[in-house]
């Protein structure tokens, strides 16, 4: 006989974390067509998203 114990818990949260990285990268790829930027760094990206623009002259 052979003994095989499976972790149904642990199968199930790997395949959660997998959900959650696909939908990350949909989220990452949705954002990067709504707002393009030629910067090649994240956390420099991130900045420029959420710095405030100067209006623009009427």
Same mark, same amino acid.
């Given at each position: 006989m052979s003994d095989k114990v499976v972790d149904i818990s642990s199968r199930r949260d790997d395949a959660r974390h997998k959900r959650k990285e696909q939908r990350m990268d949909q989220m990452k790829d949705r954002f990067e067509k709504a707002m393009p930027t030629e910067? /090649?760094? *994240?956390? @420099? @990206? !991130? !900045?420029?998203?959420? /710095? +405030? +623009? =100067? *209006?623009? =002259?009427?």
């Open positions: 910067e /090649t760094d *994240p956390k @420099k @990206k !991130l !900045l420029n998203i959420f /710095t +405030k +623009k =100067k *209006p623009k =002259k009427r």
